[in-house]
């Protein structure tokens, strides 16, 4: 399956972007879909993924309370709600698909997407 993440931009310190990723097949929705980000310099990074179902969603502890997932099985699409954005949270952000569980690691993830940009500005 392929992946499509858009969305990212440049926002202040304390605003809110909304990461989408768009699936071209319709099995996406059979399988967990993660967030990932990737800081310049910095190892790839966990940010929260999605059951197949949209039932249960797990985060890291760095954005939990402050970003949201959520899935739209209908549209093929995966939904990243980022608020009170930090200077912290710039990096391309890459949505994953084909894992089994939320707790998957990234090896865990089949597909991958190209990524998409957020900046944070202090």
């Known amino acids: 399956v392929q992946l499509q993440a858009s969305g990212g931009g440049l926002v202040q310190a304390g605003g809110y972007l909304r990461l989408s990723c768009a699936a071209s097949?319709?099995?996406?929705?059979?399988?967990?879909t993660g967030w990932f980000r990737q800081a310049a310099g910095k190892a790839r990074e966990y940010v929260g993924a999605?059951?197949?179902?949209?039932?249960?969603?797990r985060y890291a502890e760095s954005v939990k309370g402050r970003f949201t997932i959520s899935r739209d099985n209908v549209k093929n699409t995966v939904y990243l709600q980022m608020n009170k954005l930090k200077p912290e949270d710039t990096a391309v952000y890459y949505c994953?698909?084909?894992?089994?569980?939320?707790?998957?690691?990234?090896?865990?993830?089949?597909?991958w997407g190209r990524g998409t940009l957020v900046t944070v500005s202090s």
């Open positions: 994953a698909s084909g894992a089994m569980t939320v707790v998957a690691g990234g090896n865990s993830y089949k597909s």
């Open positions: 999605i059951s197949s179902s949209g039932v249960t969603t």
């Open positions: 097949e319709s099995t996406f929705s059979s399988y967990v």
